[in-house]
């Protein structure tokens, strides 16, 4: 969580943009294809809720009390961007001095993005409903204890029987793994949501101070953490075997045993365990490198129209870590996205290229579609281990379709089939088909 210094920094950053970035703000417009408002709603996520339904324990209905990596994303994208743009709004329409009018705008952001971290659908939330999620899938059921509203709280855990993590384990070992760093990952993934709006709908949000303090956030838990989901999740990469081992037939002793606890503190690490996790930290900072972060949210490329944007990502995966570069490419009609994968085990890498278009539109008769397919290509460590050297192909297919009712109100399916392999936000590692359906509202 924030503390003193970190505060500051983050202040000092809504302080530079105000005062130098300010100018890189342009009109919004109403069209369609650039909503300054964009919500989605998934509605029906399949398999994932057969599996939450499961796991619940009760009928359809209580599969949405844990939500899939899509909905999570996709409800808190909605809290972040509906938050920034009221800000917005007041800014533009104050009738208070400029300098009254800045103070309440970045400092209500600040507070607002603060507070938010311990309230649902805030980024803590978000943290916890990934771990959820992971766990579901094996009929876990879980609470998520940001209902409660723990203001000030410094960690807000997802309790789980750890027989039932080993159970996990069991039938799938990296799904273990990535069930500790996968809060990071759903962290990850608002943050780029966020930044694809404000590029190809030139929304101009506020999103910065979140970008910040959650990036901030998550690397000092990742290098700073006496103990958590980032020490486990290293410990577990050297140790799943023994750790599964150990809670399938757990000693009657067992409170001594404080290594083989869920969230093991950082002392129990061996060296080279140690020196993994640290080494996470250092490519970490990796992703403070986009001119996104300062407040650039656009880059011009000539006179033509034509723009771009760029950003750095490491994330921990099931099998060790990703280092990945994302190019945002738009020339109207085309909004492009193209990114290069460095997935890592302990000594290894395995490359994969990804491309996705967004909001193709396409009109048949009268009628008018937003068309964004994704392809992914590449390898990942075999069976998704941490020390072999061996590849195994890695490939997803996806192609989202909204349908406009009118000008503000677009349903939507999106269809999502992937070989085995761990892919951020998608709930299985194991080869899957999804589905989701809802509604997206642009205003």
């Known amino acids: 969580m924030l503390n003193k210094t970190n505060i500051i920094f983050l202040l000092t950053i809504l302080l530079l943009h105000s005062t130098v970035f300010a100018q890189t703000e342009t009109n919004d417009t109403d069209t369609v294809a650039m909503p300054r408002l964009k919500l989605d709603f998934p509605l029906l996520d399949f398999p994932y809720q057969l599996d939450a339904m499961d796991a619940t324990g009760g009928n359809f209905l209580t599969s949405y009390s844990i939500m899939s990596m899509q909905q999570s994303l996709a409800i808190s994208q909605n809290a972040y961007s509906s938050f920034h743009f009221g800000m917005k709004q007041f800014h533009n329409n104050s009738s208070f001095s400029k300098w009254a009018t800045n103070v309440i705008y970045y400092g209500g952001v600040a507070l607002g993005n603060i507070l ?55 039938k799938n070992k990296p799904d273990l793994i990535r069930s500790f760093s996968v809060g990071m990952e759903g962290e990850y993934m608002l943050i780029d949501s966020l930044q694809r709006n404000n590029f190809f709908y030139n929304q101009q949000l506020l999103h910065e101070f979140y970008y910040w303090q959650t990036t901030s956030n998550l690397h000092i838990y990742l290098t700073k953490g006496e103990s958590g989901d980032f020490v486990s999740w290293s410990y577990l990469l050297f140790n799943a075997d023994e750790w599964i081992e150990f809670w399938e037939n757990p000693p009657a002793d067992i409170a001594t045993h404080e290594k083989h606890e869920r969230k093991s503190p950082r002392k129990h690490l061996h060296a080279n365990e140690l020196e993994f996790l640290e080494l996470q930290g250092k490519l970490h900072y990796l992703n403070y490198i986009s001119p996104m972060m300062f407040g650039i949210r656009r880059i011009p490329i000539g006179t033509s129209g034509t723009a771009m944007n760029f950003a750095m990502r ?14 945002f490419l738009q020339k109207a009609p085309f909004n492009m996205v193209f990114t290069l994968h460095n997935y890592m085990n ?19 008769g009268s009628s008018t579609f937003l068309l964004s397919p994704r392809v992914l290509i590449g390898v990942q460590p075999q069976a998704q281990g941490f020390k072999t050297s061996s590849p195994e192909f890695l490939g997803l297919i996806g192609l989202r379709v909204d349908y406009m009712v009118t000008k503000n109100i677009f349903p939507y399916t999106n269809i999502t089939a992937k070989t085995n392999g761990h892919i951020a936000g998608i709930d299985y590692s194991t080869p899957s088909v999804s589905a989701q359906m809802g509604l997206s509202l642009r205003f």
């Open 346 to 364: 302990y000594r290894n890498w395995f490359p994969a290229i990804e491309a996705e278009l967004v909001d193709f539109p396409v009109t048949i």
């Open 314 to 327: 490491h994330q921990l995966t099931s099998f060790g870590y990703d280092i990945s570069a994302r190019v």
């Open 116 to 170: 938010m971290q311990w309230m649902p659908f805030g980024t803590t939330w978000l943290h916890e409903e990934y771990h959820r999620a992971s766990l579901a899938t094996y009929k876990i059921n879980t609470e998520n204890l940001t209902y409660l509203f723990p203001i000030g709280m410094s960690e807000i855990p997802v309790k789980v029987d750890n027989r039932d993590s080993a159970r996990m384990g069991k």
